[in-house]
C-alpha cells in the first residue's frame, strides 16, 4: 500500500516473543488460582474439573497437559501455595529488622495462609495423597528450619533467651496461628504479647 511521500505504507511490527515455558506457567497457575477458588466456595466435593477449567479460561482437557488427574492437581496445589508462603517467610527471617517486628510479620502472613484455605488445608492433602504424613512433615520441616533460624538470630540480636532451645522454640512458634479464635488484629497483639513474656530476657 503506497501513499505520498511514502506516509501510506503498511508496517507490520513483529511481536515480541514470549520466554520459553512462560505460557506454561501462566496457564498452570491460572489452572492452580481457578482450584482454590472453587474449593473456597464450593468446598472439597463440590470441586469439578469442568468448573476448574472454566475459571481458568482453558478446556477441561488442558487441565490434564499439566496434571495426571485431580489427586495430581490438589497435591500440585498444597505445594504450590505452601511454598509461596515459605518464600514469604524466608524473606521476612533475612530481612534486617528487629526480632519481634519480623516474627510479628511471620505470624500474619501465617494467619493469611491459614484464611485462604478456609480450613480445607487438611482436607485437601488427605484427599491429594494416601497417607499424607511422610509428605507434609517434610514440607513442615523447611518451615521449622525458617523459624529456627528466626529464632538463632534473635539470641544473637538478644532478644530472645540464650537457654532457649531454637529448635524447640521454633516448633512452638510453627504450632501458632492455626486456628485463631479472635479477630485477627487482637489475636495477632496476643500472640506477641505470650511470646515475648516467654521468650525475652
Do not use: N
Not at 508496517?11 to 492452580?32: H, M, N, Q, W, Y
Not at 470441586?47 to 479460561?57: P, S, T
Not at 488427574?69 to 533475612?94: G, P, S
Amino acid at each position: 500500500m503506497k501513499g505520498k511521500g511514502g506516509h501510506g505504507k503498511v508496517r507490520f511490527v513483529a511481536a515480541t516473543p514470549s520466554p520459553p515455558g512462560e505460557s506454561v506457567r501462566d496457564k498452570k497457575r491460572a489452572i492452580l488460582e481457578a482450584t482454590l477458588a472453587v474449593l473456597r466456595e464450593r468446598g472439597l466435593s463440590g470441586l469439578k474439573m469442568e468448573e476448574v477449567a472454566r475459571r481458568a479460561e482453558v478446556g477441561k482437557g488442558t487441565i490434564y497437559l499439566y496434571f495426571r488427574d485431580k489427586r495430581d492437581l490438589l497435591k500440585a496445589l498444597v505445594e504450590e501455595r505452601t511454598w509461596a508462603f515459605y518464600r514469604q517467610v524466608e524473606a521476612e527471617v533475612r530481612r534486617k529488622a528487629p526480632f519481634f517486628e519480623r516474627l510479628e510479620r511471620i505470624l500474619a502472613l501465617r494467619l493469611d495462609w491459614v484464611s485462604e484455605w478456609r480450613g480445607l488445608w487438611a482436607a485437601v492433602a488427605r484427599e491429594a495423597e494416601k497417607d499424607p504424613t511422610p509428605w507434609l512433615q517434610g514440607l513442615h520441616q523447611h518451615y521449622l528450619a525458617l523459624l529456627e533460624e528466626l529464632v538463632q538470630s534473635g539470641k544473637e540480636e538478644g532478644a530472645v533467651r540464650q537457654d532457649l532451645p531454637s529448635r524447640a522454640t521454633a516448633a512452638v512458634i510453627a504450632a501458632l496461628g492455626c486456628t485463631p479464635q479472635l479477630e485477627v488484629e487482637a489475636y495477632l497483639e496476643h500472640l506477641l504479647g505470650v511470646l515475648r513474656k516467654g521468650v525475652a530476657p
